[in-house]
């Protein structure tokens, strides 16, 4: 009698998830609304449907694919900015499940990044929803913030 493992005795190869997935995520987005366009290869700017007023940015840039969303100015006085950069620290650490708010430059921005390797659609998916609906949850409070420039 021959015996022969269950299990093959190598690691699991993993496929990284390419650009032409990552734009067929995008096209299922649009089953909720959502539109998208791409700007330039491997750059999208995604369209939330409904009453959302912002852009997603999908970059594909291996071996992640990132999300970001400007979300406003940053005020001038330096008062309102210690407050919403403390407020924005407490939103990262207990109403963020993916992503982050950040500062890049003069702006405030909600980014995530998603390793391709293990990145399936449900993943991608959850991390877009957690921040768009995260940020339209936020948008009324952080509007406080906000200066006309």
Known sequence: MVFR??????????????????????????????????IEAGL?????????????VVTYNPPVVLMRVKV???PAEAVELASLSRRLLELNATDLLHGSYGIDRED???????ELAH???EEFLASYESMTLSLTSH????AAFREVR
């Open 5 to 38: 493992p269950l299990f093959h005795s190598r690691p699991p190869v993993f496929i990284m998830v390419s650009r032409e997935d990552i734009e067929d995520f995008l096209d299922r987005l649009g089953a909720d609304g959502a539109t998208h366009r791409e």
């Open 44 to 56: 999208w700017i995604v369209r939330p449907g409904g009453a959302i007023d912002f852009d997603v």
């Open 72 to 74: 406003m100015p940053l």
């Open 108 to 114: 405030i921005v909600l980014t995530a990044a998603l």
């Open 119 to 121: 990145l399936d659609y």
């Open 139 to 142: 948008l009324r409070e952080l």
